[in-house]
Each structure stands twice: as structure tokens, then as C-alpha cells.
């Protein structure tokens, strides 16, 4: 077996495990854990979306638990400042210079919680860090952690003290997943006794470091036919030109489904991406990329077009 075929096995073992362990912790869907994971392989952002109360950064919390790096967790406030999540330079006596403290940014997973809470000066700050690997200080430039991802948590339905997130801030995420209600039975056990964050603590690390980064470079080999490549364009293709719709999907948005369904196709021991990949995560990938003239559901969009356009094998 190749290197690609032997990522894929592990990847899927990974997969079946991570799926176990957070699933004892948080009520979701068996979907909304798979994406992350994907996003993890992928070595992208996500977005969580959900209402207060839903578990979102619970989630954050407990896919992090399962990955053996770095992490830190920044609640953001309309105070924050950019050098509260970059750092500081701070005066030590004893050797009479400024040395540079770093900040909770410099993790291999950093939870931005709440994230529409900050000013734009604070957000700008992180947009260079996910979109560069890399953030600028005292006119030099500094490599943050390998691998370096961002999950933000976000409440959709709340006004007062938020910012809007600009484009141009949604586009830095590779995936969006969004948090309902749990099912009865899930819901019910809370009721009757089941704490989530003593079960939290119960968690072993699921994958190593290093192990991570080669899944990373797993997904980069995994190919995409001819016929898959024209099925992405001519749906990225259909999003500019759909009714209602203001700004369609831009090549980076079709380059980060391509990853996504790499990484889809890594997870489930496939060592190309076929068109079911695509499909599966357009939603996750391309509803926040799509922005609307009027009122409507970018998701409903991303459907209608996909029903709209055959699958040329």
C-alpha cells in the first residue's frame, strides 16, 4: 500500500474514535463532528453557529481534548485588544530589555469564543493569522504554531454589543457548521443527571501531533479527476449567476471545497474525491461564501443548485 492508502486507514480508525469520545460529551449529530474532524484534516478554520445554551464551545472544548497540541481559549469582549491574543513586550529588570511574552494566539488550536463580540481591530489581527500562519510584530514577521487553526463560536440571533463579521472574515473559514436542539433521549439524560464536563475530563487524546500534521499532508495528495474539477467549477459557476444572489462563490471558496472533499474522501479510506464528497459538504463550505441581494437562506441556494446540476461521470 501506498503512503495516501495507509493515511486513509488510520484516518478512518481516527475518525470512528473521535466520533466515540465526543459523542459521550456533547449532544450533536454524528455530521456536525464528522466536518470538524474534516476541517481538522483539511488544516482549516470553523465556524460554530448555534444559540446560547447549545454546547458550542463545549464542542470546541472536547474536539480539542481528543488532539494532543496546544490549546487555548480566548473569550472575546468589545474590550479585547490585539495584544491580549498576540502578546507583549514586557521590561525584565534583570537583563535591562523588552522580551516578547506570547499571547494565547501562539497554540495549535485556539477556541475564539464569541467572536463577533470583538472590536475590528482585534478581528483584523486574527484574519492575518488564519489567512498567513504568521502575525506581524514590531516590523517583524512571526510563524505561529504547526499546525494552527481557529474555532469560533458564534451566536447568530444576538445584536447588542456584536460586530458584524465582514466577508472577507467568513471567507477565512474553511467550513461552517451550525448547532440545534439535541434529540429527546440526548436532552433527557442531561436532565436526569449527566454532567458533560465531569465526562469532559475523561478524555484521552485521540491523535498525536505529529500524526495530525501527516494527515494534513495526506489530504494534499488525495486527487481530483477531471470530470470532479469541472462538477465544482460548474457549480461555483451557477452560485454568480442564481437569482438573489449578490456575490457568488470566488475561486479561494472552490479551492476550499476541493479541500474539504479531499479530506471527506481521507476520512472515509478513498484515495480520490468523488462527487459524492462535494455534495455532502457543500453546505458547510459554500452557504457562508454566498451572500444574498435580499432576505433568503444561502443553504437553500447551495440545494437548489446542486439539484439543478448533473453529476458527468
Known sequence: ???????????????????????????????????????????????????????????????????????????????????????????????????????????????????????????????????????????????????????????????HGTYPIPEAALDRFLVRVELTYPNRELEESLYQGHRPEDTLQEIEPVIEREQLIQMIAAVRNILVSDPVASFCYRVVHATRHHDGVALGASPRAALAWLSVGKARALLHNRTAVLPDDLIATARCVLSHRIFLEGSGNAEEVVADILAKTPVDL
Request: proline content about 4%; aromatic content about 6%; glycine content about 6%.
Open 1 to 159: 500500500m501506498n503512503s495516501t492508502t495507509i493515511a486513509s486507514t488510520v484516518a478512518q480508525g481516527l475518525r470512528d474514535r473521535i466520533l466515540t469520545q465526543v459523542s459521550r460529551v456533547v449532544a450533536t449529530e454524528d455530521e456536525v463532528i464528522e466536518t470538524l474532524l474534516i476541517s481538522m484534516f483539511a488544516g482549516g478554520h470553523a465556524l460554530i453557529e448555534g444559540i446560547p445554551g447549545i454546547g458550542k464551545t463545549l464542542l470546541a472544548r472536547t474536539m480539542a481534548r481528543c488532539v494532543d497540541c496546544d490549546f487555548q481559549r480566548i473569550q472575546f469582549t468589545n474590550d479585547l485588544m490585539p495584544s491580549d491574543i498576540v502578546g507583549t513586550a514586557v521590561w525584565r529588570q534583570s537583563t535591562e530589555r523588552f522580551t516578547f511574552s506570547k499571547g494565547p494566539l501562539f497554540s495549535n488550536i485556539v477556541l475564539a469564543d464569541e467572536i463577533n463580540r470583538t472590536s475590528p481591530r482585534t478581528l483584523s489581527c486574527l484574519l492575518e493569522a488564519m489567512e498567513e500562519g504568521k502575525v506581524s510584530l514590531e516590523r517583524k514577521t512571526v510563524e505561529l504554531g504547526n499546525p494552527f487553526m481557529v474555532w469560533a463560536t458564534r451566536n447568530p440571533i444576538e445584536f
